[in-house]
């Protein structure tokens, strides 16, 4: 795995993930709301499988 995902766009990965967890918790959305976990992994190894194909990065060169 190379790393694809900048620091600005592994914050909001992270964020967004943790909301939409939080907001499944607390009953406000369904259970898709727990695919925040992919968002937050996502975030974590600072790969997305979804970039590679295109050769994308949001990292600095």
Not at 18 to 45: D, E, P, Q, Y
Not at 48 to 55: E, V
């Amino acid at each position: 795995m190379i790393a694809n995902v900048g620091t600005v766009d592994r914050v909001i990965r992270i964020v967004v993930g943790l909301a939409l967890i939080a907001a499944t918790l607390m009953g406000w959305i369904g259970v898709w709301g727990w695919i925040g976990l992919v968002a937050i992994a996502t975030g974590v190894f600072s790969f997305c499988p979804a970039y590679w194909p295109f050769k994308l990065s949001t990292r600095k060169p």
